[in-house]
C-alpha cells in the first residue's frame, strides 16, 4: 500500500469517526427531547467540534464536504438533523470554548457568526479573553448596546434616503410638468396646420 493509499485510508477512517460520533451524539443534542441542559449543550458542541474537523478534512472543498455530510450525517438512517442546524453547532466551536459559548448564549454565538455582528464578535472575544469570568449579564449588555447602535445608524440612513426619494419625486413631477406644456403646445401648433386628408 502506498503512503498515498494509506493517508487515504486514514481520513476515510477519521471522517467515519467523526460521522459515528456526530450520529451518536445526536440524540443527545436534539429538540423535543427531554434531556439534560448541559448535555445537550456538550452534545451540540461536540458534534459542532466533530463537523468543524471534517471540515477541515476536506481541505475547503465544499462540495465533497457536502457530500459527505449529507450521506453521512443528515441521511444517517437513524436520527437525523438539518444542514443550518449544523453549520449553527460547528460556529459554536468555531467561536470558542463550551465555556464561552454558554456565558454568550448558544442563540447569541449563531448570530455573532453573521457578517452583520463581526464587530460585537471581535469586542465579545476579546473581552472573554480579557475577563474570563465575566457574566452573561455583561455580554447581554454588550448584545443591547449593540443592537441600540444598530437602530440609530439604521434610523439616520432612512430619513436620508426619505428625502432623496422626495427630491427625486419633485423632480419627476416638475419634469411632467415641462412635458404636458410642451404637448400642449405642439397640440396648440397642430391645430392651425392642414390635416393629412385635407392636403
Not at 83 to 93: D, E, P, Q, S, V
Not at 150 to 179: I, Y
Request: contains cysteine.
Amino acid at each position: 500500500m502506498t503512503d498515498v493509499n494509506k493517508a487515504l485510508e486514514h481520513i476515510e477512517n477519521l471522517l467515519s469517526e467523526l460521522a459515528n460520533i456526530v450520529v451518536n451524539a445526536l440524540s443527545n443534542a436534539g429538540a423535543g427531547r427531554v434531556v439534560d441542559k448541559e448535555l445537550c449543550e456538550q452534545a451540540q458542541y461536540d458534534i459542532g467540534a466533530a463537523m468543524h474537523e471534517a471540515k477541515l478534512l476536506f481541505q475547503g472543498n465544499k462540495n465533497k464536504f457536502g457530500k459527505w455530510r449529507d450521506e453521512n450525517i443528515i441521511g444517517n438512517g437513524k436520527r437525523t438533523v438539518d444542514k443550518r442546524t449544523l453549520t449553527r453547532w460547528t460556529n459554536l466551536c468555531e467561536f470558542g470554548t463550551l465555556d464561552e459559548c454558554r456565558k454568550v448564549g448558544f442563540t447569541k454565538v449563531y448570530k455573532l457568526s453573521s457578517k452583520r455582528y463581526a464587530p460585537l464578535r471581535e469586542q465579545i472575544k476579546q473581552h472573554l479573553e480579557q475577563h474570563p469570568d465575566v457574566e452573561s449579564d455583561t455580554i447581554n449588555e454588550m448584545f443591547n448596546d449593540f443592537a441600540t447602535q444598530l437602530k440609530t445608524e439604521k434610523k439616520q440612513t432612512t430619513p436620508v434616503v426619505n428625502d432623496d426619494l422626495v427630491d427625486k419625486v419633485s423632480e419627476l413631477e416638475a419634469r411632467l410638468k415641462e412635458l404636458e406644456q410642451e404637448n400642449a403646445n405642439l397640440r396648440q401648433q397642430l391645430e392651425g396646420q392642414p390635416t393629412l386628408e385635407a392636403a
